[in-house]
Every structure is written in structure tokens, then in C-alpha cells.
């Protein structure tokens, strides 16, 4: 568990801050921040998060994004709101190295990575659902994905949800 400050930054100022911190960011997040249904609250809040992979939610063989966000709510969890990613990757700066050593992943989660569970601003695949935090060589990230309805998280996919009533 731990705190993440959200809110009190425009989408500008975010991008600044992590420009500022050197984040990187791929093409899908730089998307997730161009478009005009990402918004940020002026309001300044703190919210309690917790990280658990998808097999701590019962999935022991995965789970579809439905079946994640369903079960995530029945133990009290909520899905966060999108901002949280680049707040959570501003105060999040001695994440582990996920890269080194890995094999190169494609259509899932890669390892090392933290998935901001987050409701999608867009049902279609092309827009990207949200946002994950990554460390590779040495270089922290804020990455957006893409993943359709029927796309299975794999029971090691590490995520961050709010708790309910923060």
C-alpha cells in the first residue's frame, strides 16, 4: 500500500514534471495525453493504493480487464482515475529494474511493470486503455498500452488499484 498524491497539475505541467524527472514516454502514453478525454482535476487528493498481481485476485489462470476490475471491486478496490499514472510515476522514482535479463515480451504485460488499472476513456482498440509504469536499463517510463476486451492478463500481471472511499 502506499499514498500518491493526485490532481493540482494540468496535463502540461505533467508532462513538464516528468520531463523534468526524465521519464520517457512511448507513443501510446504521449496519445493518452493528447487526447481531449484525459482531463485532470485542479483539486489536490490523496489516494491509497494497492498493487497485487492478477493471481492475488483469485485468477490463478488469468483473467480478462472485466473479470480483473469485477473482482478487484467485490474486495473493496476501485478502478483509478487515469491521472494517476503520471502522478504514481513522479512519486514512484526507485522502481526495480524490469528489463535486464528478461525475455522481450509482446501482447502482455512486461515484466517489471506496474499496470495503473484505470476505466479506458475509449471502448475502441485503437485508443490506448491506460497507463504502466516500467525501469528499463536505468530509465523510468511511463508507457501506455493497448488490449482489446478479450485479452487475458497473465496471473504475474502486477497492478495498482484505489481503495474504495479515497
Keep these: 500500500m502506499r499514498q500518491v498524491r493526485v490532481g493540482g497539475a494540468s496535463k502540461a505541467e505533467l508532462l ?11 507513443e501510446a502514453g504521449k496519445s ?21 498481481a492478477v493471481a492475488e485476485l483469485g ?15 467485490s474486495q473493496g478496490l476501485t478502478p ?6 503520471p502522478h504514481l ?12 535479463g528478461q525475455p522481450v515480451t509482446q501482447h502482455r504485460a512486461p515484466p517489471g511493470s506496474l499496470t495503473v488499472a484505470s476505466l479506458p476513456i475509449a471502448e475502441d482498440d485503437d485508443t490506448p486503455k491506460g497507463f504502466y509504469l516500467r525501469r528499463i536499463e536505468g530509465v523510468l517510463w511511463l508507457r501506455g498500452y493497448r488490449s482489446g476486451a478479450d485479452h487475458l492478463w497473465s496471473p504475474e500481471d502486477r497492478l495498482v488499484f484505489c481503495r474504495a472511499g479515497d
Design 32 to 52: 493518452l495525453f493528447a487526447d481531449e478525454r484525459f482531463t485532470t482535476s485542479a483539486v489536490t487528493s490523496l489516494r491509497e493504493v494497492v498493487e497485487l
Design 16 to 26: 513538464a514534471q516528468l520531463e523534468a524527472a526524465g521519464v520517457a514516454l512511448n
Design 89 to 100: 510515476r513522479l512519486q514512484f522514482l526507485d522502481q526495480a529494474e524490469g528489463f535486464l
Design 59 to 73: 485468477f490463478a489462470e488469468g483473467a480478462t480487464w472485466a473479470q480483473v476490475i469485477e473482482r478487484a471491486m
Design 80 to 85: 483509478c482515475p487515469l491521472e494517476l499514472g
